[in-house]
């Protein structure tokens, strides 16, 4: 410069300069704390603002390798790692020179993970009155720093935190221990975990349904149609019980005062048909692990008499020996029975014992006309009788029959007549 003037060229050099400078600008997206899942793919923007050929340089605040590749087209160079993995985690900067002018910006990357559904299971089994646990494991988590908290339906239980340093992803276990109460079972425990990071909180939870076992509480027998059935009916004995597990039923049969076992891990004893034979006390038994309940029906099965026979001990006879008249039949209710002898005079009753009688010495008088006239009754239950009816016959021998009837309520009748001579 001469006498004090500016060189115009000078000048237009400096205006461009100051132009550029000012205008040059360099943007990175995203930038800063930037949070990234393990196994997500990132990519890292770099733009230059205002410059046309800008010159991009990557690199990381260690001697290791970035990770991943670099991708240029003009202003714009973007870092991409196709797979986050923990080695990722570092601070990485982008570098833009325009001309003699360099600019740079940063992203600080965070890896995390956290699975997203939690496994929640019982330690053993929950008994009533017993302490157990419940555990709660997150399959894969980093960092190894997280609060996890413990609910029951909306109720907060408990809190805990726990960290651990980790270099990759590891797999964390949780216990919760309680007394378990019979209400408890049907309710949902849930297992909260949430990550202690400085960006948004990540959460995960598992929910677990409460089985608590206990022995059985209650026992409950029906019959259907009744307890109390007509001979050759369908009958089905159900018994149910309260448990947890389910209680293994066992059917018994009350058989000369002893209990025998008729029917095994079945819920429901069907008698098809009931039989004389199937009247008795009935036993139901339902246990498991943890206990056992027992609960009795007294079930009956009715009917006509059937199979009546009259026997003579010995049978044959002479004057002076001991004899023994015996009926007997098959009936529900019991039938009574009854001894009668035939006269001049008509029909006597015997003074027998259910059917049985004995004559210590007999005489000729025991002696009578053989007769099949009988009169029948109705027993109190209104569904049968027997009448067993002995007829003495010269004194050269016996002559006994047996005569039963059997009456219903609609006065139908039904008769059949045994007999048999002894010379």
């Known amino acids: 410069m001469a006498g004090g003037r500016c060189d115009p060229a000078a000048t237009i050099t400096l205006a461009l300069m100051l132009a550029t400078g ?20 990132l990519e890292l923007n770099c733009v230059a ?23 240029t087209r003009g202003s714009v160079s973007t870092f991409t790692i196709s797979a986050v993995t923990p080695q990722n985690q570092h601070k990485y900067t982008c570098s833009a020179k325009c001309g003699a002018e360099e600019k740079r910006n940063y992203a600080d ?23 157990g646990s419940v555990r709660c494991t997150v399959p894969k988590v980093y960092p190894a720093q997280v609060e996890v908290e413990w609910l029951k339906g909306t109720t907060l239980l408990k809190t805990d935190s726990f960290r651990a340093y980790t270099e990759v992803e590891t797999a964390m276990n949780f216990t919760y221990e309680l007394t378990a109460e019979l209400r408890d079972s049907g309710q949902e425990l849930t297992c909260r975990v949430q990550l202690l ?34 001979e050759g009916q369908d009958v089905r004995l159900t018994c149910a019980a309260d448990s947890s597990p389910a209680a293994t039923i066992v059917w018994s049969k009350l058989s000369a005062g002893n209990w025998s076992v008729v029917a095994e891990d079945r819920a429901i004893l069907h008698l ?9 006390m009935y036993r139901c038994e339902a246990g498991n692990k943890l206990g056992t309940i027992t609960k009795e029906v007294e079930f009956h099965v009715q009917g006509s008499p059937r199979d009546t026979t009259l026997s003579i001990t010995p049978s044959a006879v002479k004057e002076g020996d ?26 006597s009753e015997l003074d027998s014992e259910n059917g049985t009688l004995t004559i210590r010495d007999v005489l000729p008088a025991d002696a009578e006309k053989k007769s099949d006239i009988a009169t029948p009754a109705e027993n109190p239950a209104g569904v049968l009788e027997t009448v067993c009816i002995v007829v003495a016959l010269a004194s050269a021998g016996l002559i006994f029959s047996a005569l039963f009837y059997a009456f219903r309520r609609s006065n139908l009748t039904k008769s059949f007549k045994i007999a048999r001579e002894i010379l």
């Open 22 to 41: 000012s205008a040059f600008n360099l943007e990175l997206n995203p930038s800063r704390k930037v949070w990234v899942r393990i196994g997500d793919s």
């Open 49 to 71: 603002k205002s410059c046309s050929s800008p010159t991009f340089t990557w690199r990381i605040g260690t001697d290791n390798p970035l990770g991943g590749t670099i991708t």
């Open 109 to 131: 990357l965070n890896i995390f993970s956290l699975s997203d559904t939690l496994i929640v299971e019982t330690v053993g089994s929950l008994e009533v009155g017993q302490r």
């Open 197 to 230: 990071t400085e960006n948004q909180p990540r959460k995960a939870e598992g929910t677990l349904t409460l089985q608590v076992h206990y022995a059985p509480t209650w026992i409950d027998i029906t019959a259907e149609p009744s307890a109390t059935v007509r």
């Open 272 to 280: 098809s048909p009931a039989l004389f034979g199937d009247t008795g």
């Open 322 to 347: 001991r004899v023994t008249f015996s009926c007997t039949t098959q009936s529900n209710p019991p039938a009574h029975l009854v001894l009668k002898r035939q006269s001049s005079s008509g029909w």
